[in-house]
């Protein structure tokens, strides 16, 4: 187990969602970087307390949306114009494109839906075969911890320690993690 500095988090646990909402605005505000908040549940106005950004997901999802049109679109157009082997359905047109609405629809949704999902694993470290960053177990029963990175601020250990623990937390300790 490596004891440098970069891997060294002050957790702080906390018994209720309010007074952890109420902490980490307060923290922030104090200036402390915090790295991340766990909690057994989704708390409500905790993505604005962190100062968290909007999601670039969608971004993602639409552009993986459009990755599966045109892959669909080249696909019809190979097959119905460009293939040496193309049928000739009834004398149709070679490329009858609102027949194949339903094709582009469903390939849309379907590489959108695999590349967020993908996306969102990668981004999140959920990956097969990854460990997973657990700074307290509890945090998945009934608790609410805060990660402070110690060597992102630049206040003592104390003072972010005792501040922890004026601002409501239960328990305040170091912890080295992977």
Sequence with gaps: MSTTTDNKFLIGIYDDEDVLLHAVEHVRHAGIKIHEV??????HGMEDA??????????AAFMFGLTGF???????????????????????????????????FEATVLLSAFGMVGTFLVVSNLLPGVKP???DIRST??????????????????QMSIMLKEQG???VYEKVVD
């Design 169 to 171: 937390a239960s328990e």
């Design 70 to 104: 045109i892959l669909a679109q080249t696909m019809i157009f190979y097959m119905m114009h460009l293939d040496e082997w193309k049928i000739n359905v009834g004398g149709k047109s070679t490329i009858p494109y609102p027949d194949f609405i339903p094709v582009s």
């Design 141 to 158: 029963d009934d608790k609410f911890v805060v990660a402070i990175e110690l060597e992102k601020n630049s206040l003592s250990v104390d």
């Design 133 to 135: 960053r657990n700074f």
């Design 38 to 43: 766990f909690t057994p549940f989704p708390i």
């Design 50 to 59: 962190l100062g968290f950004k909007r999601s670039r997901l969608s971004k």
